[in-house]
């Protein structure tokens, strides 16, 4: 279910995606937020790099969650509110050049602009999919704000969301639960890693996973 194997098992990946004029663009985006102390998407990418290599580096996923830290947020560069006080001048003009070009090559279409999942996941998966990803990969690239929209619903909803909806995305049939929690943890080390532990209740309460993956320190 994840990428395919030639790519999985090439260490050029990682390499094409580096080379990537639009993954190059996005690196200096960003502006620091509640969420986001990092502000630049390349200090952040770097930063759950460094987590994954400290904690899963003998995971069966870890090839995996390299290239999903990698590609999650590369969409931002569509939106041009990340075009903050971090991006100097000679960049942004740079960077906004990319930005047209990026919209350009990937378009979303009426029904993707209308969907559940932000639209810098939709151009996240379109331009991993252009790179020859597939399967799981993809889809948590997708997904993978998915659990922070549920977490803040039941925030402001006395712990009420749409289950409905949870239970179609949260689908075995879309990806391995624990790759999917895995990196939900790894992108949220220096923020809140709440969020990790109330989804994998959720997952529990619904009979999506058995047993925990994630364990809170004693």
């Known amino acids: 279910m994840g990428l395919m194997l030639e790519s999985l098992d090439s260490p050029t990946l990682e390499d094409r995606i580096k080379n990537n004029e639009f993954y190059q663009a996005s690196l200096p985006i960003g502006k620091e937020r509640k969420g986001h102390p990092e502000a630049q998407l390349g200090v952040h990418i770097s930063s759950i790099l460094d987590f994954i290599d400290s904690h899963y580096k003998d ?3 870890f090839k995996e969650l390299r290239i999903i830290a990698m590609l999650h947020d590369v969409g931002k560069l569509s939106r041009e509110e ?4 971090t991006v100097p001048e000679d960049v942004r003009r740079n960077t906004t050049t990319l930005r047209e070009k990026f919209i350009k090559t990937f378009p979303l279409s009426p029904e993707e602009e209308s969907e559940f999942i932000p639209s810098h996941a939709l151009y996240s998966e379109k331009l991993a999919k252009s790179l020859g990803i597939t399967g799981q990969t993809l889809s948590i690239i ?9 977490y803040k619903e039941a925030a402001k909803n006395e712990d009420k969301y749409d289950e409905g909806e949870f239970k179609k995305i949260f689908s075995p049939d879309n990806f391995d639960m624990e790759l999917y929690l895995l990196f939900n943890f790894s992108d949220n080390n220096r923020r809140d890693a709440d969020l990790t532990y109330w989804l994998q209740d959720e997952l529990i309460k619904h009979g999506l996973i058995k047993d925990l993956v994630i364990h809170k320190p004693a």
């Not at 990340?82 to 006080?85: A, D, I, S, T, V």
């Not at 997708?142 to 549920?150: A, C, I, L, M, V």
């Open 59 to 61: 995971s069966p996923y």
């Open 142 to 150: 997708r997904y993978h704000d998915s659990g922070f929209k549920f």
């Open 82 to 85: 990340e075009f903050g006080e």
